[in-house]
DNA sequence: AAGTGGTCTAGACCACGGC
DNA sequence: CCGTGGTCTAGACCACTTT
């Protein structure tokens, strides 16, 4: 996202916040000019905000303040409070953490320079003692000025965003795709070489569009299993 | 999505079929004028066909081909209907199918007594003629009054449930997990033995409550990807 | 330095909703 | 009918990769 529309998304979203829920936009034609920017340039803003849910446009009617979020499907949660829900104790073991430049492919889904310092460590996550995925997980380190890698060897990680620095994950965006382990990862999850994975891609971001963090795990296949309630679209 | 663009997006989904994984594509400046459009318009396909995993672009090198994972999203979807949402043609091969008494397992998760007639049909599912998974599909027989199981050998399943016998999915439970492929699957997706793949199960009710089917797929692990969005709870 | 994708602009026309 | 969002255009400049 260009310079432009990182100015010109925080505008459109103060804007918003001074309406009230199904309140009109003026239309994109005067926006775009009391704005000083190209209307495909706020078009473009205006879409984002609509796929996050802060808006809702009506061809023809006018784009529309949406307050009220509806569509909660699947569920963020973490390694901790996945295995708190099926009770089972979580534990991890720190394998290295270090803080170094985005670079190009982690600043693009994360939303930063490459040169910005990004936090990344790897853990393995353990649930009642037993080794159960690998996990690599990389945040903005502006984001959490002042923390000790070492704190996260054996907590979780959604809490210390909270309850330290108040950052709340919102929303994120996963993918699953099947996969063999490693020679590393097999020692470390005390399985075969080339034992069945599920690896599991995972960004989130806060309600202000915040990236909080990209994570790449790999699973035990023949000990996790990945559960979703559906839904029929209407 | 405007006319302009999709008569663009099949021709350039064209090209990209000509042209072999990592090659490249000409240079955006190039190809929308050999196209007649212009460069924004191309841009804007050539965007999605990114997002769906078609195309890699790298800044200052070029548009190059990817051979890339397929990716579902969250909601119910058939086979048929993922893979329309994916603007891929999707097709099956009936392998075998049979009535019989549900028996034990089968009933308890249909909620039938074991004595009731459960259709099973075993399906090859193609997307764009490649194989992409082997899915069973177990169904209440007595939902489904004199269905020819042969007319599922193409088409989907949904929308005959609902067109024929007004039986409308409703919600559903679905599990994923790592395996790996056995000897009947890895030839019939034309994959080798063992290779990685997802197993997906999944059972479906009506509004009411009223079990529809049980599912169990496998999915090849070099070809599919699932895509889920996720929202924190409140 | 040359060529690539990424962003932004100003303006046109289309399709739809509400008056 | 007019005003709205949706699409498309031609062209400019920027940031980056490659040579």
New binding site residues.
């Given amino acids: 996202?260009?310079?432009?529309?990182?100015v010109?998304r925080q505008e459109v979203l103060a804007r918003i916040h001074g309406l009230l829920d199904g309140e009109?936009?003026?239309?994109?034609?005067?926006?775009?000019q009391s704005l000083?920017?190209?209307?495909?340039?706020?078009?473009?803003v205006?879409?984002e905000l609509?796929q996050e849910g802060y808006l809702v446009?009506?061809?023809?009617?006018?784009?529309f303040v949406a307050r009220s979020k509806i569509t909660q499907q699947t569920q963020i949660r973490s390694f901790t409070e996945d295995m708190r829900a099926r009770r089972m104790s979580s534990s991890s073991k720190l394998l290295w953490h270090r803080r170094e430049p985005a670079g190009?492919r982690l600043g693009a889904v994360l939303r930063l320079?490459?040169g910005e310092p990004v936090l990344t460590l790897r853990r393995l996550r353990l649930a009642d003692g037993e080794p159960m995925a690998l996990e690599t997980v990389s945040l903005p380190d502006a984001l959490l000025p002042g923390l000790e890698p070492e704190v996260l060897a054996d907590a979780s990680l959604y809490t210390i965003l909270d309850e330290r620095f108040g950052i709340e994950v919102w929303a994120g965006d996963q993918t699953l795709e099947a996969t063999v382990t490693d020679r590393e990862e097999s020692e470390l999850l005390g399985v075969p070489l080339l034992s069945p994975g599920l690896l599991v891609e995972r960004v989130t971001w806060t309600r202000d569009g915040r990236r909080v963090e990209a994570t790449k795990s790999t699973y035990r296949g023949d000990r996790y299993r990945f559960h979703i309630d559906l839904a029929r679209p209407a």
Same sequence: chains 1, 2.
Avoid: D, I, K, W
Wanted: proline residues 8%; positive net charge.
């Fill in positions: 996202m260009g310079e432009t529309q990182e010109l009109r936009l003026p239309p994109e034609r005067e926006l775009c000083g920017v190209a209307r495909e340039t706020l078009r473009q205006l879409g609509t446009r009506r061809r023809g009617a006018g784009t190009a320079s490459p």
